[in-house]
């Protein structure tokens, strides 16, 4: 009995780990892609005061999000990955309190911080 609950458990984490890695590819994808092209995302940092590495964040952004994808063949890559997108987050929260945003303009940064901080413990083993 406790083995078949500890599969269940264990299939449910596996399904929770691909969810969190599509929705990082996906979230990191659009966002990166936002801060190296959209106009909207020059005003966003301004406001930060981080206008001239805009472009570098967004290729993070993007870079991090194509390892994830490349990290389902090669894992160390998926741990890396999803630890710079940590990193990332955890310095765009640090940047918010900064510049006194709501705790609701918070949440999509924290939200990808859990995101990739889960990534990185179940990619880790």
């Known amino acids: 009995m406790l083995q078949s609950i500890l599969e ?3 299939r449910q984490t596996g399904l929770l780990y691909h969810l969190a890695n599509a929705v990082s590819i996906a979230l990191f994808s659009y966002y990166g892609t936002a ?3 959209a106009n909207g995302m020059v005003d966003e940092f301004e406001r930060y005061g981080l ?3 805009r472009r570098a964040i967004g290729a993070l952004e993007v870079s991090g999000a194509i390892g994830l994808v490349v990290g389902y063949l090669f894992s160390p890559l998926s741990i890396l990955s999803a630890a710079g997108l ?6 765009g929260i ?3 309190v900064k510049v006194r945003d709501s705790i609701p303009e918070m949440f999509p940064a924290a939200f990808l911080l859990l995101v990739n901080v ?3 413990v179940r990619a880790s083993g």
């Open 94 to 96: 640090g940047v918010r």
């Open 86 to 91: 940590s990193a990332l987050m955890l310095l």
């Open 8 to 10: 269940a458990a264990a």
């Open 35 to 37: 801060c190296l092209f």
């Open 118 to 120: 889960f990534i990185v």
């Open 51 to 53: 206008s001239r590495y």
